[in-house]
């Protein structure tokens, strides 16, 4: 079953900005550790930010100042707020959460920064 949905993917200029949407298709509170990866071509799935068990915050340093991680339970969704993007961010995006001890994956979204 579909856990999670991406949504807010695209071609973005360098410098730009992009907001990208991962729903739930239950509860957001069922899932643990909600965060965000990314795997650009040729390269392994990475960490982007990731919110911890205390829902605090982790980010990769690769992201950090640009990148943040926020989530609406009413809503049932987490956001990656994505400024200032580089070329390097070219990936597709995962949405990842955790429940019962397992990792469940979205579909993945493509964003590519070009201009």
């Known amino acids: 079953q579909v856990h999670f949905v991406e949504s807010g993917g695209g071609l973005v200029q360098p410098g730009g900005s992009l907001r990208l949407s991962c729903a739930t298709s239950?509860?957001?509170?069922?899932?643990?550790?909600m965060g965000w990866y990314r795997q650009a071509p040729g390269k392994q799935r990475e960490l982007v930010a990731r919110f911890t068990f205390d829902y605090n915050t982790v980010y990769a340093d690769a992201v950090k100042g640009r990148f943040t991680i926020s989530r609406d339970n009413n809503k049932n969704t987490v956001y990656l707020q994505m400024n200032s993007v580089k070329p390097e961010d070219t990936a597709v995006y995962y949405c990842?959460?955790?429940?019962?001890?397992?990792?469940?994956w979205g579909q993945g979204i493509q964003v590519t920064v070009s201009s």
């Open positions: 239950g509860t957001i509170l069922t899932f643990y550790r």
């Open positions: 990842v959460g955790q429940m019962g001890g397992t990792d469940y």
